[in-house]
């Protein structure tokens, strides 16, 4: 049967999240990212077809300026197989052309051979190994603190631009990696993501799931206290839990997160590229 793909519409929400149950049981969001990832103005959220069967869905994300992001890849186990994986990959170079896009990424576990091949087929490479921490069960002082500041987009390139050699090419939001290349600055006060504190700065916030995760993808200064921190924020907003992503072999950051009370997952992750050179340097 013929496999083809479409942009998601309002009747197929309780499908999209059927394949979801099925697919990814342990990583469910659609429901609360539905219409964030339906509007498309920043890119469509995509329904794959065997025959007249939805068996599968992918989401593409303009990230800033030419950046894009591949997410949200599901094929429901009875489709698997059948071709769907690939049909979302060619939708999702259609798309990158069609807005054009320069560079693109994904991100999947590091033993997901399967994931991964497929993304290698339409020529993204493997970029940078990462681990994750978290925090939960956050105990942390809910009284507002002082002198957390947004930087405003104005002021981001400035900011951040002398630590770029700090950081380990990515920064990693809600397991979403953006490139530190030009424009990123901007991106992370736009959304509100970036904050100065006489203890130093931080990059810190979510791209969805707010009560679930404050996610802190960067922090420049005492991050011990930055840590603390982050931790009462989180309280503040609400947040279950905090979370970052670091490269698999920094020492520091390991043994920093650890003795702040993170836990280290038992997998890591991988992030792949297509373009990413040639979209730019620092």
Same mark, same amino acid.
């Given at each position: 049967?013929?496999?083809?793909?479409?942009?998601?519409?309002?009747?197929?929400?309780?499908?999209?999240?059927?394949?979801?149950?099925?697919?990814?049981?342990?990583?469910?969001?659609?429901?609360?990212?539905?219409?964030?990832?339906?509007?498309?103005?920043?890119?469509?959220?995509?329904?794959?077809?065997?025959?007249?069967?939805?068996?599968?869905?992918?989401?593409?994300?303009?990230?800033?300026?030419?950046?894009?992001?591949?997410?949200?890849?599901?094929?429901?186990?009875?489709?698997?197989?059948?071709?769907?994986?690939?049909?979302?990959?060619?939708?999702?170079?259609?798309?990158?052309?069609?807005?054009?896009?320069?560079?693109?990424?994904?991100?999947?576990?590091?033993?997901?051979?399967?994931?991964?091949?497929?993304?290698?087929?339409?020529?993204?490479?493997?970029?940078?190994?990462?681990?994750?921490?978290?925090?939960?069960?956050?105990?942390?002082? $809910?009284?507002?603190?002082?002198?957390?500041? /947004?930087? =405003?987009? @104005? *002021?981001?390139?400035?900011?951040?631009?002398? &630590? !770029?050699?700090?950081?380990?090419?990515?920064?990693?939001?809600?397991?979403?990696?953006?490139?530190?290349?030009?424009?990123?600055? $901007?991106?992370?006060?736009?959304?509100?993501? /970036?904050? =100065?504190? @006489? *203890?130093?700065?931080?990059?810190?916030?979510? &791209? !969805?799931?707010?009560?679930?995760?404050?996610?802190?993808?960067?922090?420049?200064?005492?991050?011990?206290?930055?840590?603390?921190?982050?931790?009462?924020?989180?309280?503040?907003?609400?947040?279950?839990?905090?979370?970052?992503?670091?490269?698999?072999?920094?020492? !520091?950051?390991?043994?920093?997160?650890?003795?702040?009370?993170?836990?280290?997952?038992?997998?890591?992750?991988?992030?792949?590229?297509?373009?990413?050179?040639?979209?730019?340097?620092?």
């Amino acid at each position: 049967m013929k496999t083809w793909t479409r942009a998601a519409i309002d009747s197929d929400k309780e499908r999209f999240m059927w394949i979801e149950r099925y697919a990814t049981p342990v990583l469910a969001y659609i429901d609360d990212v539905w219409d964030m990832f339906k509007a498309g103005s920043d890119g469509e959220f995509s329904a794959a077809f065997y025959g007249d069967e939805l068996g599968g869905i992918g989401k593409l994300t303009r990230l800033f300026d030419g950046y894009a992001w591949l997410e949200t890849l599901r094929v429901h186990p009875d489709y698997q197989g059948k071709g769907l994986g690939k049909a979302i990959y060619e939708r999702y170079m259609e798309q990158m052309t069609d807005m054009k896009l320069s560079a693109v990424g994904m991100y999947t576990n590091y033993d997901n051979i399967v994931s991964r091949s497929l993304a290698e087929k339409y020529g993204l490479s493997v970029a940078a190994r990462f681990s994750e921490y978290n925090a939960g069960e956050i105990q942390a002082d $809910k009284s507002p603190f002082d002198g957390l500041t /947004l930087v =405003t987009p @104005e *002021h981001s390139e400035t900011l951040l631009s002398e &630590r !770029f050699n700090k950081i380990r090419g990515f920064l990693v939001l809600n397991r979403t990696f953006y490139p530190v290349k030009p424009g990123l600055l $901007k991106k992370l006060a736009i959304n509100k993501w /970036l904050y =100065t504190h @006489e *203890h130093g700065i931080i990059v810190m916030g979510c &791209r !969805f799931q707010p009560k679930k995760a404050l996610h802190i993808a960067f922090m420049d200064g005492n991050r011990d206290k930055l840590l603390q921190l982050a931790k009462a924020h989180a309280v503040n907003i609400g947040a279950n839990m905090v979370s970052a992503m670091r490269a698999y072999d920094d020492e !520091f950051e390991n043994e920093l997160f650890l003795k702040n009370g993170f836990t280290k997952n038992n997998t890591d992750y991988i992030t792949l590229w297509k373009g990413l050179d040639e979209a730019g340097g620092k």
